[in-house]
């Protein structure tokens, strides 16, 4: 984990310098990006993964001793061939972007001395840093190291991946739902299908490639079963469950009375967030019930529009068709007590939550 290199601030691939995090910042997101790690890692079998953050290599470190131990390793002439800082010399590098990668180096070399690391991965914008780690090992451990890059990934478009108008997707489910994340998967573009399996799942090579033979003629069910697994790992199997049935509920045909009555608390809270939600007052449930037309008609243009849907047969509460404007909706109606989905027409679907 990047304790102390966050701190400073990577400029490969950077046209500008970064805006340094405060210190508190960078600690909540460390703290976030650990448990995301405990999700994907197996921290407990008899071959544990381990969790080092490298705040702890420097943060007793003076400038004397770095200056010392490590910035004497390397050459500026070294350091100056890298892509990361060459690129950046016309727009402006500050000396605090250019020691970055004796941090990342110096860094590689600890973890190689205390716990027995050969190999660093990274994308390949991470070469030169990664590079320098290893040249950190043989010239100050006569050691033996090795760097693995993969070229950053990209859309069929040309755009960075996990980029949008809606921003970026997160792993953490407070900043990208899981099902967000897993429309993600269902919504990419067919050209990338492929790719995205090859980089992403953890499928057999052969299942991978009946997946892929699938694309032509079948590609939304390879992207659901890249995205349930995906969705599964990232977050769990009851998240990518869930996902799954709000996307049935709103894209699906297949849903049905029994299918909505299914529905997790944890999944109606994910519709309420896709399609218009609203709040009202439990207290206005009466004995007797509601009066369906009083219930939906702040869904409608007016009262007589409302009763207009109900009369052409395209207004369904929880999928179930409501042919009379004189209909009472009951409270043991609710789904676990507070939701109901009502509909006008295919398109028009919208979730009432009683509070």
């Not at 992207?223 to 990518?240: C, D, G, M, P, Q």
């Not at 007589?304 to 409501?322: D, G, P």
Request: charged fraction near 25%.
């Amino acid at each position: 984990m990047g304790g102390a290199t966050g701190r400073v601030g990577d400029p490969s691939f950077k046209e500008t310098e970064r805006d340094l995090k405060t210190y508190e910042e960078l600690d909540k997101n460390l703290s976030f990006q650990m448990e995301q790690v405990k999700k994907i890692l197996d921290f407990e079998g008899s071959n544990p993964a381990k969790i080092v953050n490298n705040l702890d290599f420097y943060k007793n470190m003076n400038i004397l001793e770095f200056l010392r131990d490590v910035g004497k390793t390397l050459t500026v002439n070294y350091m100056m061939s890298k892509d990361s800082v060459k690129n950046r010399l016309e727009t402006g590098l500050s000396f605090t972007e250019f020691s970055y990668q004796l941090l990342q180096a110096y860094d590689f070399q600890l973890l190689f001395q205390h716990h027995d690391c050969h190999l660093q991965m990274g994308g390949s914008d991470q070469w030169g840093n990664i590079t320098s780690g290893t040249e950190f090992i043989r010239r100050n451990t006569e050691g033996k190291a090795y760097a693995v890059t993969t070229p950053l990934l990209t859309k069929a478009d040309g755009t960075k991946f996990g980029k949008s108008e809606q921003g970026n997707i997160w792993l953490d489910p407070n900043l990208t739902s899981p099902y967000q994340f897993y429309q993600f998967w269902i919504n990419a573009d067919d050209a990338d299908v492929s790719k995205y399996l090859r980089y992403f799942s953890l499928k057999t090579h052969e299942e991978i490639e009946a997946l892929e033979a699938m694309i032509p003629t079948d590609p939304r069910a390879v992207k659901a079963a890249l995205a349930e697994e995906i969705t599964a790992r990232v977050h769990s199997e009851e998240a990518a469950s869930g996902a799954r049935q709000v996307s049935t509920l709103l894209f699906g045909r297949e849903a049905d009375h029994e299918f909505v009555t299914s529905l997790s608390v944890v999944s109606l809270e994910d519709i309420s967030k896709e399609i218009p939600s609203y709040n009202i007052l439990i207290q206005s449930f009466k004995d007797q019930g509601i009066n369906v037309l009083e219930l939906i008609k702040d869904l409608f243009t007016s009262k007589n529009e409302a009763r207009k849907a109900i009369q052409n047969n395209a207004v369904s509460i929880n999928k179930i068709k409501i042919s009379s404007h004189e209909h009472i909706i009951q409270s043991n109606d609710l789904l676990h007590g507070k939701y109901l989905i009502v509909e006008n027409g295919k398109k028009n679907k919208y979730i009432l939550k009683f509070v």
